[in-house]
């Protein structure tokens, strides 16, 4: 089926510093997304992204956080600074659109992010 | 808010028999979706099955069919005739209408499968 790739697989980077992480969604979908999964627990949602804009963030996506797709590249979540609670799993993910089969999300393998 | 709970951490079953995983949601909205998705072993993530609410009939696709009892707030997943390979991670998950976008997940059921 569609793939999401997202890379790299696993970062590791010290406390305060900037980490930007990678998502190249499923070529003709229209709408991105972030979701953070903490060892052992559930996948939260961040934030999802449709033209060029944010539609929606929990409270999760804190100020830190910020999410982009310049020119139809990558999709990014940037996050600067990091802190130690930002060591999670993150999942990007891709929808046709909303509504019906369109909007089936197509999920990445996910980025260990661990910050030290 | 809505919340998506699965109360079965972990399941084992012998290869070819069916399972059932269990998953109550809550919401306020009339109108919502449910999903099951499973994550393997190397992280990867597949939709596997939905159910819209407003459909009285259970989905099925494959050797997945959904047991949907509105009243109870319920949407459990059948797999029949289980392979190894269904040894995974499935997560429940629900958007309601009124919330956009945002899928909401239940936290997980771990299935093995035995030989």
């Known amino acids: 089926g569609p793939k999401v790739l997202q890379i790299p697989s696993h970062q590791i980077i010290d406390m305060g510093q900037m980490v930007t992480l990678n998502c190249d969604p499923v070529s003709n979908h229209l709408y991105f997304y972030w979701y953070k999964q903490i060892l052992g627990q559930q996948m939260e949602f961040l934030v999802n992204f449709y033209n060029g804009k944010v539609m929606e963030k929990s409270k999760l996506f804190k100020d830190q956080f910020s999410v982009e797709r310049p020119d139809g590249s990558y999709f990014t979540l940037k996050i600067q600074p990091t802190a130690l609670e930002d060591s999670a799993v993150y999942f990007c993910?891709?929808?046709?659109?909303?509504?019906?089969?369109?909007?089936?999300?197509?999920f990445g393998s996910g980025t260990r992010l661990t910050v030290l | 808010a809505q919340k998506v709970t699965q109360t079965q951490t972990s399941i084992s079953v012998m290869e070819k028999t069916t399972v059932t995983m269990d998953c109550v949601y809550e919401t306020q909205d009339s109108s919502y979706f449910l999903f099951w998705y499973k994550q393997t072993a190397s992280g990867e993530i597949v939709f596997l099955i939905r159910q819209d609410s407003y459909k009285k009939e259970n989905a099925t696709v494959g050797h997945y069919s959904l047991n949907f009892q509105k009243p109870k707030s319920s949407i459990g997943l059948i797999i029949t005739a289980t392979q190894i390979e269904d040894s995974a991670v499935y997560f429940c998950a629900m958007r309601e209408n009124n919330a956009g976008a945002k899928l909401t997940f239940g936290g997980g059921t771990r299935l093995t499968v035995r030989p």
């Open positions: 993910a891709s929808s046709l659109g909303l509504g019906g089969s369109a909007e089936t999300l197509y």
